[in-house]
């Protein structure tokens, strides 16, 4: 039976595929007193070489499409699974308890996990982590359910999870991942907002697509009206099929400008950047259009590995990043960790409210070994092309003034030691926290521009969680409460001669775009797949009518009255 799941559209899209869940198993044991310890010795040694076999097949795949330092972590496994000093121990449980194979590898293997993680040494710390992994592989072949691995799919599928943490969304393979639908999360979740960029169509928060989706039933994501359908019948799937003709025609129609500039009707120029995680985005900015980068999320640099990236090794990705711009500005935003940004190495403390805790310019100011390194690859690449440096989550006057002076410290150091460093580097802030946006004239004079973080900047001045799907009606973009904040920053920039930019998703909203037009925003950043839709949009507006349009609504009372207006004026 066709049922259907509503929920945040977070990717704009349609994707029809089968579904793939992205599901941890239930991998608990039990202690069980067995007959025949022979047969168990041979089930259990099954299970190794099955996994053994598995191991290698995902090795040589990941060398092939991931490279050879991706690999070198199942080399990792492949040893465990191989090593006597773990198994001799497991199969001795075995035979003199005649124990159950399950328990036998579980016990045996938590105390080597314990024993190593308690040892201070980071190298013995990651075998800890192997040992748990290879654990889980065997035992999810002793008791007969799959271990989902969807970086090594061969086939176009739709992921369902509870949820998909940034990682896991930068670990999807654009190929064959078509869309995904998750039970949690909001639409400026960063795994929303990697799907976006990675222009794989996704529904988020429909609360129950891992209890309502079997693996392989047919499943269309629809990213423009936030639905999910499940095993749709043939006329749906032929509607859809038609509604995603369409939109792709649609894209070919807004393709033709993507070597214009972006100007509104009458005359007034504003900039269209993209918002990027890793050099790699660099493609779809390039073939959106993208003037410039206005958000380079780096702490993406900082995942999906088990130790930080060395000096070297940001330096590369940002010089990339600038070269690949040729000239065009690039806003590079210093570590921006926590929230549902977690860097398992850093071994912080769990924190009653991440979002509101030990994260971002706070960590940097306070572990500034990090931010340093981070700097030095900064200053190092900023010869190479047109870079602006930008602070996240600051709150206070104080803390950029404290950035400031490490950024100075650390061009003084690399000066002295003969390294070419750019002349002008503009400094600025991303404006996500209250404080700083009710402070904005006064930040003006120090800082040489403001980037609008709207998606931080919603969530705290409305007090509304932005990962959680069940307030997500307060994630309000135009409550004339965010536009007056918008309204006194953009201001406040422009009144001491500085720019203001917006990275937040607000940027590439289409509702937003014709009031942020009128407020006066210089500079437009988002997703680099929004860019030509937004510079059509954009062309066929008039800035003076819409600068009217945005002062009057500022006197509205709600987030859709203000809805209402913009969507009268501009249809008109
Ligand atoms: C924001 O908060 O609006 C922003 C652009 O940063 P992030 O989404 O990475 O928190
Ligand atoms: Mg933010």
Not at 463 to 488: G, T
């Amino acid at each position: 039976m066709s049922t259907i799941l509503k929920g945040i559209a977070a990717s704009n899209g349609i994707a029809i595929a089968k579904a793939y869940r992205l599901i941890e198993p239930d991998l608990s044991v039990e202690k069980k007193t067995i007959e025949s310890t022979g047969d168990e010795l041979a089930r259990f040694k099954q299970a190794v070489e099955v996994s053994k076999t598995e191991l290698q097949a995902i090795r040589d795949r990941a060398e092939k499409e991931l490279g050879a330092d991706k690999a070198a972590i199942f080399d990792a496994h492949l040893l465990v699974v191989s090593d006597p000093e773990l198994l001799g121990p497991i199969e001795d449980k075995i035979s003199s308890e005649s124990i159950n194979a399950e328990f036998a590898l579980k016990e045996t293997a938590d105390m080597f996990v314990t024993m190593f993680e308690q040892m201070d040494n980071e190298y013995m710390k990651e075998r800890a982590s192997d040992i748990r992994d290879v654990t889980k592989r065997v035992l999810s072949h002793l008791l007969g359910v799959q271990i989902p691995n969807p970086s090594m799919v061969q086939e176009e599928v739709i992921i369902i999870a509870e949820d998909l943490t940034p990682s896991d969304t930068a670990q999807l393979n654009r190929q064959f991942v078509k869309g995904f639908t998750t039970d949690i999360g909001g639409r400026t979740s960063h795994s929303a907002i990697m799907a976006r960029s990675m222009e794989i169509p996704a529904v988020v928060g429909t609360k129950e697509a891992t209890a309502s989706i079997n693996n392989g039933d047919l499943v269309i994501v629809d990213g423009i009206n936030g639905e999910v359908h499940i095993n749709p019948t043939p006329e749906v799937v032929e509607n859809y099929k038609k509604e995603f003709h369409a939109y792709n025609e649609q894209k070919a129609e807004w393709a033709k400008l993507v070597n214009e500039k972006s100007v509104s009707r009458d005359g007034h120029h504003v900039e269209l950047a993209a918002n990027i995680g890793t050099p790699k985005d660099l493609e779809g900015v390039i073939n959106n259009g993208g003037e410039g980068v206005g958000l380079y999320r780096t702490e993406f640099l900082y995942m999906g590995r088990d130790q930080l990236p060395t000096e070297d090794e940001q330096f590369e990705a940002y010089k990339a990043v600038l070269e690949g711009m040729n000239g065009n500005p690039v806003v590079v935003r210093t570590l921006d960790i926590g929230g549902d940004k977690e860097l398992p190495y850093l071994e912080l403390p769990k924190e009653m409210n991440p979002f509101l805790g030990y994260r971002a310019i706070r960590l940097c100011l306070e572990e500034q070994d990090i931010f340093r390194t981070q700097l030095r690859a900064l200053l190092r690449a900023s010869q190479y092309g047109n870079l602006k440096i930008m602070f996240p989550m600051i709150a206070t006057l104080g803390e950029f003034r404290q950035a400031k002076a490490i950024l100075e410290e650390e061009k003084q150091k690399l000066v002295s030691e003969g390294m070419k460093v750019a002349d002008k580097i503009e400094l600025g802030i991303m404006v996500e926290i209250p404080s700083t946006a009710v402070m904005a004239d006064t930040f003006a004079k120090e800082v040489d521009f403001f980037s609008i973080g709207t998606n931080d900047l919603i969530q705290y001045t409305m007090a509304a969680d932005r990962m959680n799907e069940r307030i997500s009606y307060l994630y309000q973009p135009y409550n004339p409460a965010i536009l007056r904040l918008v309204k006194m920053v953009i201001d406040a920039a422009h009144k001491e001669g500085k720019w203001a930019g917006m990275c937040g998703e607000m940027a590439g909203d289409e509702i937003a775009i014709p009031l942020l037009l009128g407020l006066g925003l210089d500079e437009f950043s988002m997703s680099a797949t929004s860019i030509l839709r937004a510079r059509s949009l954009i062309s066929k507006l008039s800035k003076a009518e819409m600068e009217e349009l945005a002062l009057s609504v500022l006197d509205l009372d709600t987030n859709d009255a203000v809805k209402e207006a913009v969507e009268k004026a501009v249809n008109k």
